[in-house]
């Protein structure tokens, strides 16, 4: 396998498109709308063409690209509403083109988004046409959430350079973009991707194609158990929400999931997961091979000197004051904020409480 080379890397600063882009996003829906806010709202002035590649009746051939404008703009208009960007929303998007014609406007593109519906007859036509859409330097970074670049290869896609960029909704609000590869990917391709997304100043993860990424497979296990959960009648939704907002995701935002488990010690993850195994009979609970390997090792985190990370020379109490202090700024964010809630239910913020509740759902408008 080549491993993408990671941005300010040989290859990435031997990118003649390095910092100056002329990004294409095709599919003016859900994705591609965020995708389209989150590169306008980084004010980087790159041209940005959106592109509609579905056949229309005749006279409303326009009309999905200019209520996907009219998204884009409510979003910036947010954006600035909240503080988070400085420039005014209607000089943003005069970098915006909106086109029917992904043959005349795509092959300038240095980076195509490709944002269409996850089917094969969508993407399947787009790739079977991306040899004539993209140019000579051109690379695709498919908004795929399933699709693994074997499959977008098949349909068409140009293997050398076509990455998945998987984004998490809303695209311009959540800063993570998974950006996975394969064994044929031209590293240089997948550095663009990511060098792009950091100047936009998002978090791009890379990782090997594969069903689910990384996010989604953790995320529909997690799912699921908590469906479990409510069907076996042992907790209600909202107390599903609150532990996970009080608990699990408000500890994860500081430690994320596999320092935990070292921090932790891997053994308790061991012993929690033999013992839910042996009660609950469940396969997916029993310790992963490199728990028990790492445990034989005596590899049990800090304590043994080295976990899924090491830890010599790292001074773990500094570490763990530093996460502390972590906590407390995240409590007092959701002290401070009527919009930050432990609370599990479906209620909104209010301004005059301070954090709504359950029990207003009933009586106040949504917003
Ligand atoms: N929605 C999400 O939360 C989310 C999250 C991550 C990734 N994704 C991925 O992003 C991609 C786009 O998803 P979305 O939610 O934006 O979809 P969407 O349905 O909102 O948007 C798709 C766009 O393509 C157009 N379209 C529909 N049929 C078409 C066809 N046959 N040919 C060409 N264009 C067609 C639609 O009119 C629309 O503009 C998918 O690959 C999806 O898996 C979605």
Not at 109 to 123: G, H, I, M, N, R
Not at 311 to 340: K, Q
Request: proline fraction near 7%; charged fraction near 20%.
């Amino acid at each position: 396998m080549t491993d993408p080379v990671s941005p300010g890397s040989d290859a990435a600063s031997a990118d003649p498109q390095a910092g100056k882009h002329t990004i294409g996003i095709v599919g003016p829906g859900r994705m591609g709308v965020g995708i389209a806010t989150a590169v306008l709202m980084a004010a980087r002035n790159h041209p940005l063409v959106l592109v509609d590649v579905k056949t229309r009746p005749p006279g409303t051939e326009f009309a999905a690209l200019q209520r996907a404008r009219e998204e884009i703009a409510a979003n910036l208009r947010l954006l600035q509403e909240l503080g988070l960007i400085d420039g005014d929303p209607g000089q943003l998007l005069e970098t915006l083109t909106l086109s029917r014609d992904p043959a005349e406007e795509l092959p300038p593109c240095s980076l195509v988004f490709e944002a269409l519906p996850e089917t094969t007859t969508a993407k399947g036509a787009f790739y079977a046409e991306s040899g004539a859409y993209l140019g000579g330097a051109g690379v695709i970074a498919s908004a795929t959430s399933t699709f693994t670049l074997e499959t977008l290869r098949e349909m068409g896609a140009p293997p050398d350079r076509t990455v998945a960029a998987h984004w998490l909704n809303p695209a311009f609000l959540i800063p993570l973009v998974e950006v996975a590869h394969a064994e044929w990917t031209d590293p240089a391709a997948a550095a663009r991707v990511v060098g792009f997304l950091e100047s936009i100043g998002k978090i791009p993860v890379q990782l090997r194609s594969s069903p689910g990424f990384i996010v989604p497979r953790i995320q529909v296990a997690a799912m699921n158990e908590a469906v479990r959960i409510v069907e076996e009648g042992l907790a209600g939704p909202a107390e599903i929400d609150t532990a996970v907002k009080a608990g699990f995701g408000f500890r994860l935002g500081v430690f994320g999931l596999i320092e935990f488990i070292d921090l932790g010690g891997i053994d308790i993850l061991a012993h929690a997961g033999n013992y839910l195994h042996a009660t609950l009979g469940r396969e997916h609970y029993r310790p992963p091979r490199s728990v028990t390997d790492k445990m034989a090792a005596g590899e049990v985190g800090p304590r043994g000197g080295k976990g899924y990370y090491d830890y010599h020379g790292v001074d773990t109490s500094r570490l763990f004051r530093d996460r502390y202090r972590g906590f407390a700024e995240l409590l007092r964010a959701y002290a401070e904020s009527p919009h930050l809630s432990f609370r599990g239910g479906i209620h909104t913020g209010s301004e005059e409480d301070g954090k709504g509740g359950p029990e207003h759902a009933e009586t106040r408008e949504e917003g």
